[in-house]
C-alpha cells in the first residue's frame, strides 16, 4: 500500500506537469515565432523522445531497475525543461523538448507510465485491479486539470506581474522542471519489492501472449494515430485561432475537462463491473469521437466548449479498463513487455501524427486534424471489439463463463 500512495502521487505531479506543458507549448512556441509546422514538429520530437525511452523501459528497465529508471527519467524531464525555456532558436527549442521528452499531448503516457504499470498490479487482487488502475487515472487526471489550469498562469504574470509574455511562459517552464524534481524524490522513496523478480533473466513471453500483444497493440497503434492529430497543444491552438479567446480561458477549459476525465474513471471501474472490459471501452469510446466532430463545425466558444467537455467525460472511460484488461490478459513476469510494447506503440503513432496534423491546420483547414482524429478512432472501436470481445479477463470469466480464445 506504500508503495501504491507513492504511485499515486507520482502520478499526479508528472500529471500536473503534463498537462501543464500540454497548453503552454502550444501558447509558448508562438510568441517565439514558430509556425503551425514547425510547432507540430517540436510536439512531435517530445512524443517520439518519449517512445525511444518507453522502447528502453520495455528491453531494460527490470535490468537497469525500475525505482532507478523512474528517477532517471524525472531528473532528464526536469533538465530538458529547462533548457527549454533557456533557449530561443527552433533547434536548441526542439532539441531540449526531444531531450526532456515533453509531451504536447497533454496526457502523461510516457515512458515512466510503463514502469509504473508493471508495478500496481502486484499491490491488488484481480477483484480489485480495475478499481485500482481507476484511482491511479483519477490522480492523473486530476493533475491534468489542474495542469491546464496553471497554463493561465503566464497570462496572471504578464498582466500584473509586468514580466514579458515570452519571459512569463519560461516561467511556467520553471514550474514544470520543480514538478518533476519533486517526482524524483518520490521515486527514491520506493520500496525494493517494485523491482521484477529475477530481473537479469529475459523473462520468457509465451505465444499466445504475443499475439494477444501484437494484435492490441496493432489496434492502439491506430487509436493513438488519431489521438496524434488532437494533441492539447494544437487543440489549444484551435481554440485560440477558431474563436480568439484568452490563455485563460483555454487553461480553464482543460482543467474543466480533465475533471471530467478524473470522475469518468471511477465510473469505468463500475460500468466494467457490469458490462465488461472490452464493452466499457468501446461503447463509451465511440460517442466522445462523434462529440469532437461537432466541436469541430461549432459557431461558438461556448457552444465548442460544452460539447468539448461532454466529449471528456467519456473519452477516457477506456483508460483504466484498457490498462487492467492487458495486465489481466498476460502473467505476472509478462507485464512490463505487455506495458511497454502497447504504450511504445501509443507514443510511436503519437510522435508520427502532430507533425501531419500541425501541416492539415496550416494548409488545409483549422478544423480537418478534429475530423481526422475522430474517425480513426471510431474505426479503431469497431476493429478492438470484433477482436477482442471473446477475451475474457479472469474474473469476467469467474462471472460469466466467457473463454479466453
Known amino acids: 500500500m506504500r508503495d501504491r500512495r507513492v504511485l499515486y502521487l507520482t502520478a499526479f505531479l508528472r500529471a500536473l506537469a503534463t498537462g501543464l506543458a500540454g497548453v503552454l507549448l502550444g501558447l509558448y512556441l508562438p510568441r517565439l515565432g514558430f509556425s503551425m509546422a514547425e510547432i507540430g514538429f517540436t510536439v512531435a520530437a517530445g512524443l517520439a523522445a518519449g517512445a525511444a525511452a518507453a522502447l528502453l523501459v520495455t528491453l531494460l528497465g527490470d535490468r537497469l531497475g525500475r525505482r532507478r529508471a523512474l528517477i532517471l527519467l524525472a531528473a532528464l524531464g526536469a533538465l530538458g525543461s529547462l533548457g527549454a525555456a533557456a533557449a530561443s532558436g527552433t533547434v536548441g527549442v526542439t532539441a531540449a523538448v526531444f531531450f526532456g521528452m515533453l509531451n504536447g499531448m497533454g496526457r502523461d503516457r510516457g515512458a515512466s507510465l510503463v514502469l509504473e504499470q508493471a508495478i500496481l498490479p502486484a499491490t491488488a487482487g484481480e477483484e480489485e485491479r480495475t478499481r485500482a488502475f481507476a484511482w491511479y487515472n483519477l490522480f492523473q487526471d486530476a493533475g491534468h486539470a489542474l495542469g491546464g489550469l496553471l497554463a493561465g498562469l503566464p497570462d496572471l504574470f504578464h498582466r500584473w506581474g509586468g514580466a514579458s509574455e515570452v519571459l512569463s511562459?519560461?516561467?511556467?517552464?520553471?514550474?514544470?522542471?520543480?514538478?518533476?524534481?519533486?517526482?524524483?524524490?518520490l521515486y527514491s522513496r520506493l520500496s525494493p519489492s517494485v523491482e521484477a523478480r529475477d530481473a537479469?533473466?529475459?523473462?520468457?513471453?509465451?505465444?499466445?501472449?504475443?499475439?494477444?500483444?501484437?494484435?492490441?497493440?496493432?489496434?492502439?497503434?491506430?487509436?493513438?494515430?488519431?489521438?496524434?492529430?488532437?494533441?492539447?497543444?494544437?487543440?489549444?491552438?484551435?481554440?485560440?485561432?477558431?474563436?480568439?479567446?484568452s490563455g485563460m480561458a483555454i487553461g480553464v477549459l482543460f482543467f474543466a475537462a480533465r475533471l471530467a476525465n478524473a470522475l469518468s474513471h471511477l465510473g469505468a471501474a463500475w460500468l466494467a463491473g457490469r458490462i465488461g472490459l472490452v464493452n466499457t471501452m468501446v461503447f463509451t469510446h465511440i460517442p466522445s469521437s462523434l462529440l469532437l466532430v461537432t466541436v469541430a463545425i461549432a459557431p461558438s466558444f461556448e457552444v465548442a466548449a460544452l460539447l468539448f467537455l461532454l466529449r471528456e467525460g467519456l473519452v477516457e472511460m477506456d483508460v483504466p479498463t484498457r490498462q487492467s484488461y492487458v495486465m489481466a490478459v498476460v502473467r505476472p513476469e509478462e507485464r512490463t513487455f505487455a506495458s511497454g510494447a502497447t504504450h511504445l506503440v501509443r507514443l510511436g503513432a503519437w510522435a508520427v501524427a502532430p507533425s501531419f496534423a500541425g501541416l492539415f491546420m496550416q494548409s488545409v483547414s483549422l478544423v480537418a486534424p478534429l475530423l481526422v482524429g475522430a474517425g480513426l478512432k471510431i474505426a479503431y472501436d469497431g476493429l478492438l471489439y470484433f477482436a477482442f470481445r471473446g477475451v475474457k479477463p479472469p474474473e469476467e470469466k469467474n462471472i460469466r463463463g466467457g473463454e479466453l480464445s
Not at 511562459?169 to 524524490?185: E, I, K, P, T, V
Not at 523473462?203 to 489521438?227: C, E, H, N, Q
Open 169 to 185: 511562459h519560461r516561467l511556467g517552464l520553471g514550474g514544470y522542471a520543480a514538478l518533476m524534481l519533486a517526482s524524483l524524490f
Open 200 to 245: 537479469r533473466a529475459r523473462a520468457r513471453i509465451s505465444p499466445g501472449t504475443r499475439r494477444v500483444v501484437f494484435k492490441i497493440s496493432s489496434l492502439f497503434a491506430l487509436d493513438s494515430l488519431g489521438g496524434g492529430f488532437l494533441t492539447t497543444s494544437l487543440l489549444s491552438y484551435f481554440f485560440f485561432e477558431r474563436f480568439g479567446v
